[in-house]
């Protein structure tokens, strides 16, 4: 499909006509600029609409209305008004013609569809004459889906920065269904899985009306035991098919665990250093509290100890006092005989001796001191007990503080590791929880389905293999029945070689369902090295896709890293896989030759990508069409590659005007 | 009279408020009692012959009584050394003695946590921000400090 030309009328922006030529051949690329606004969507809405009479577009994120009629003939007008698109396109060395209008009308400022029209013909006789093919809107769809079949058009034509075919390729959804269905058709299978279906059903109907022609009891038996082993088999083949589909999303499920499992072994590596020195952290501080705890009970003692040296003189003074000390005589006795002035115990007279009344008082001085003897005593026996423990104690005091400096070094040491190890977390505590979890019970679990699975194919197999057997025999005698009857030779060769197409049919389906599986891998896998950053390109290691069409992207580590790569990777590996898709669809016809037009198709892409894109998609694909914002146009760098390759065959503008209109004007490179 | 008034039920030891913030930070990291902490400024003020003479004793206060026997020989001792005791019951006895020996210990004992104040903040954290550990190794610093200083 080849497309040559875009005339809008009275279509959203575009007041009044306006038209658009496309590139082909070497210069196969198609310039459409525009800022933000000024009608770029509008365009790609114009040829959806005249190709499907689509209204909506995929990347319409809300269903309000959208008029396609231009807003400001509508308004100002008062009238019902008609936009019309025209698209000219070449199809298998054709010219053909695709017209839809709409006409809508204003009523109490609400705007409503009045009539929609379609016509679809094709130019005869090198574009002179024009012939109408039909103009029933139903026809046209049947027609242009001949073309471009509506579910593989996501491929050709889309918005870069919503293109989402990965995920769809990736499982499950109905999107994953479509896209799936899209490249069955484009690759034909679907084709090929009718035309088994057609050939093995008329076998079927031609042995039963063998059956009833022949009218033999035992061909009728043996015809309802074919059919109901027919009936069993492709019941087995269904659950069968439905095990495989399981055990590819559980294997796929279980890649995922896996492949969880490794991203964040590191995490959990960590995690595990983490809590070790978490207790051991916890060990330090419990130590650290007891030294503590242990010197503080030591603090009076020790500070005894500092004082010590500074008291001694008090030792000695406390020593002398004790020695005097004698409390031999009543302290009464010795007072009486110093107010009598006569010893209370001889008789002495004391006036008469005063040596001996000298001598009373000094017993009385020496008795003085009993009084304070029990002070005296804990004087000296504080002196004596911290003389005693002082060389202990000093021992204890510098142990007990190189224990403190030593376990608090180790914490603050612990803890700054702790906080260096946290940092490199990049997990939560529940996100490392839930992945233990999963590889200790969802894991095993995942796996224990696949084995059951696998075992379950197995005997599925065995009871297909024995049906096919019971079924050959069964045909086998069927055959002998029918010798029987010469006259009904036609119809049993017919019969036979019915069910002969539908076998070999389904081996071609097998065959060249395999053979293009593993070209559409390698094709892929070509492409994305072509147009990928030199950086990214070691990113993919492999590209795998199931005999389901199912997509897995291989990183460096064996694992898929679908989930894992940017949008813009994202759209790059997109590219990649709807360029090959046409390639490999296209080998051996040449009407898998569709354009690919793209809105906004580098927004999300760095210079690198962009050049590539730009030296490398017109070699791929028969045209480009382009719908870029005035970034993803510049002088400094994408422009000057576009004019290097020269490729480049229509520039167009889209100028809006200041009463809110678009023109499209062509211009130069 | 007992001579032994530090032992006596109802004597009451009122320290000075000029240093009360260390009291509070010691009772709350330590979980040191008010006679601890006394007999921990006075050890350190006595030792470095430094007194605090401007007391406003409006601080803390403990019973004597709560003083061990070996803590209480010490400050005995230290009368004793100063001469205000001596061999005469009389000076154990004797109120004013008393009250100038009191005095004494309150001066060394402000004088040592003031020291001991000082010792804390050498880290550059304020007294009251300093914790358990820090104000226990101040502590233990000072001990053995204390021990290494060369004589002369």
Not at chain 1, 330 to 343: W, Y
Not at chain 1, 483 to 488: E, G, R, T
Not at chain 2, 20 to 29: A, I, K, N, P, T
Request: proline content about 1%; aromatic content about 6%.
């Amino acid at each position: 499909m080849q497309l040559e030309k875009l005339k809008i009328s009275n279509f959203r922006q575009f007041e009044g006509d306006n038209v658009l030529e496309f590139g082909y051949g070497q210069q196969n690329v198609t310039l459409i600029k525009g800022t933000n606004g000024a009608g770029k969507t509008g365009i790609f809405r114009a040829i959806m609409f005249a190709l499907y009479g689509d209204h909506y577009l995929e990347q319409d994120t809300t269903r309000e209305d959208i008029h396609l009629v231009n807003s400001k003939l509508l308004n100002s007008t008062g009238l019902p008004m008609t936009a019309t698109v025209t698209l000219y396109f070449r199809h298998n060395d054709v010219s053909y013609l695709i017209k839809r209008s709409l006409t809508e009308f204003k009523s109490d400022n609400k705007t409503s569809v009045a009539t929609e029209g379609a016509e679809f013909g094709k130019f005869l006789a090198d574009k002179q004459q024009y012939q109408k093919i039909t103009d029933n809107i139903d026809q046209v769809r049947v027609e242009v889906n001949n073309i471009l079949p509506q579910n593989i058009r996501k491929f050709f034509f889309f918005d870069a920065e919503k293109l989402d075919l990965l995920s769809g390729l990736q499982n499950g959804g109905s999107v994953a269904k479509s896209i799936k269905t899209g490249v069955f058709d484009l690759l034909q299978l679907s084709n090929l899985e009718t035309a088994s279906k057609v050939f093995n059903q008329a076998a079927r109907d031609q042995s039963k009306e063998l059956s009833n022609q022949l009218g033999d009891q035992q061909f009728k038996e043996l015809e309802d035991k074919i059919e109901t082993t027919n009936n069993d088999l492709s019941r087995l083949r269904e659950e069968k098919s439905q095990i495989i589909d399981e055990i590819e999303t559980a294997k796929k499920e279980e890649e995922l665990i896996k492949q969880q499992i490794a991203q964040n072994r590191d995490d959990r590596a960590q995690a595990e250093i983490l809590k070790n020195k978490e207790e051991t952290l916890s060990s330090e501080r419990y130590a650290l509290n007891e030294v503590i705890n242990e010197a503080i009970g030591r603090i009076d003692d020790t500070a005894i100890d500092v004082v010590l040296g500074s008291v001694d003189k008090a030792g000695i003074k406390v020593e002398n006092i004790q020695n005097q000390r004698s409390d031999k005589f009543a302290k009464a006795i010795l007072t009486e005989s110093l107010n009598n002035k006569v010893c209370a115990l001889c008789g002495n007279d004391l006036s008469a001796h005063p040596e001996n009344e000298e001598h009373i008082q000094v017993l009385l001085k020496k008795f003085q001191v009993s009084e304070i003897s029990g002070v005296l005593n804990i004087v000296s026996n504080s002196l004596m007990s911290a003389n005693s423990s002082s060389q202990g104690i000093q021992a204890a005091v510098t142990r007990n503080y190189q224990s403190i400096v030593n376990h608090e070094d180790k914490i603050n040491k612990l803890e700054h590791e702790i906080e260096q190890i946290g940092s490199q977390i990049t997990m939560s505590q529940n996100e490392l929880k839930n992945i233990t979890n999963k590889e200790q019970h969802t894991l095993p679990n995942v796996q224990s389905n696949i084995s059951t699975m696998t075992e379950k194919i197995g005997v599925k197999k065995d009871q297909i293999t024995k049906l096919e057997n019971k079924l050959q025999e069964l045909e086998a005698q069927q055959e002998q029945v029918q010798i029987k009857d010469n006259n009904l030779k036609v119809k049993r060769d017919a019969v036979a070689r019915l069910k002969r197409i539908g076998k070999e049919i389904d081996q071609i389906i097998d065959t060249y369902s395999t053979y293009s599986k593993e070209q559409l891998e390698k094709q892929m896998k070509v492409i994305f090295n072509q147009i990928i950053t030199a950086e990214d390109r070691s990113l993919i290691s492999d590209i795998k896709i199931s005999n389901n069409f199912e997509l897995s992207v291989i990183g460096k580590n064996g694992m898929s890293i679908l989930n894992d790569i940017s949008m813009g990777q994202s759209q790059m590996l997109s590219l990649a896989f709807i360029t090959a898709l046409a390639t490999v669809a296209s080998k051996g016809r040449n009407n898998v030759d569709f354009p690919l037009f793209m809105d906004t198709p580098f927004g999300r892409l760095d210079v690198e990508n962009r050049t590539n894109l730009i030296k490398n998609i017109p070699n791929m694909t028969s045209q480009w069409v382009l719908l870029v914002t005035d970034t993803e146009l510049t002088e400094g760098t994408e422009l000057p590659v576009f004019k290097q390759e020269n490729r480049v065959g229509k520039v167009y503008s889209l100028n809006k005007m200041d009463d809110g209109t678009t023109k499209i004007v062509p211009e130069e490179i | 009279m007992d001579t032994n008034f530090l032992s006596s039920g109802t004597s009451l030891i009122k320290t000075s408020s000029n240093v009360e913030d260390v009291y509070e930070v010691l009772s709350r990291e330590l979980k040191m009692k008010t006679h601890s902490i006394f007999m921990l400024g006075f050890c350190i003020g006595y030792h470095s012959g430094q007194k605090c003479e401007h007391l406003e004793l409006k601080g803390k206060e403990f019973r004597s009584s709560y003083l061990s026997e070996k803590q209480q020989g010490i400050l005995y001792a230290v009368g004793i050394n100063e001469g205000i005791l001596d061999e005469d019951s009389a000076s154990y006895t004797d109120p004013q003695k008393q009250q100038a020996l009191r005095k004494l210990w309150l001066e060394y004992s402000a004088s040592g946590l003031l020291q001991l104040k000082a010792k804390f903040e050498e880290n550059g954290k304020a007294l009251g921000d300093q914790k358990k550990i820090d104000l226990l190794s101040g502590i233990l610093q000072y001990f053995i400090d204390s021990k290494e200083e060369i004589p002369f």
